[in-house]
């Protein structure tokens, strides 16, 4: 319950304040995100006009390519960070909007597909984490918050699972930083996999949203590999993130079995705390659209306004991925996280061509 | 990840989370489309 612990309080920011200082950041994430979409369509043409040969880059890959450019080596200045940290905002925004291209009966058949396939990644990847944080000597919370962060969603999962079971600021730091670092070598390896195994968009967008931690990277590798793939990827994902709840409330009531956290109230609230809202959004939007609520023109409109919403969340991405400020977080950490995310991307592997056999995809 | 920990601190000078901000957004974009406000965007 990270929202209920009585940190010191500094003294309250007014929501306007806090709106004008987002803005530069906000606007270097628009800056970068344009600049990548530019060299997508400019760098192409102009190997093209000059006979060279180059491969096609995709904006996608180009924004996050350019933030971390930017992030290691002159770095993020004070004065942008606020808003480059909206990217997570820009990340649930569009997610919700790309609702609109997803009807009601491709979400039951699809998410029924994924939430049977999130179920066993969840109990595979959490049991498996613990075993190898065991076997690594890490400390036991620490050990925690890793699986919890490889089984679920990352470093948001991190965070509620830190209140709920009352982890140090410095594990959640080691388990965050390991996967972040895990996150942005996946953006750069599971699309390489998936093209030399030939996969599917279907094949390789559900193995994304399964296998990569975060729902930024989750979203850029699937997107990175093709536009219904990355429809796929945050589809799966969502579904992921959807259990949050359900894992955390259950090392929640584990911690406090052991008497090294609070117990747990009312479990409902608790559910109803962590579940993330922006899922429903997604639900919301997707109804609408099925019902004939949007034109064919509105709906095209709602996806394109959702790409740019992407296109920010890339260039956040790369622009708050520093590897100097991971590398200080010790190699434990991220060794134990190494070694479960490719045990836990060849599982998913298996899972999902397993499930492209039955459903035929 | 410095990022990250202003986005955590901030969360309750935002009166909303992250999270529903992004559906109230979201939705209010959809009805300014719908409503014809917005009648394309490009890409």
Known sequence: MADAIALPQARPVQPAVQFLRVIPGVLLLAAVGYAGKLLERNVGTYAKAHHWTFPNIEYVLWAILIGLAISNTVGVPQIFRSGVATYEFWLKTGIVLLGSRFLLGDVLKLGGVSLALVAIEIAGAIAFMTFLGRAFGLRPKLTSLLAVGSAVCGVSAIIATQGAIEADEEDSSFAIAAILALGALSLFTFPLIGHALHLSDHAYGLWAGLAVDNTAEATAAGALYSDAAGKLAVLAKTTRNAMIGFVVLAYAIYWASQGQAKMVGNKAAFLWQKFPKFVLGFLLISVLATYHFFTKEQATALANLSRWAFLLTFAGVGLRTNFREMRKQGLRPFAVGAIGEVVIAVFTLALVAGAGKLFGF | ?43
């Open chain 2, 1 to 43: 990840m410095s990022s990250n920990t202003v986005s955590l601190n901030t969360r309750n000078s935002w009166l909303l989370s992250i999270d529903s901000w992004a559906v109230v957004v979201a939705l209010l974009a959809a009805l300014l489309i719908r409503f014809g406000v917005f009648t394309r965007v490009p890409w």
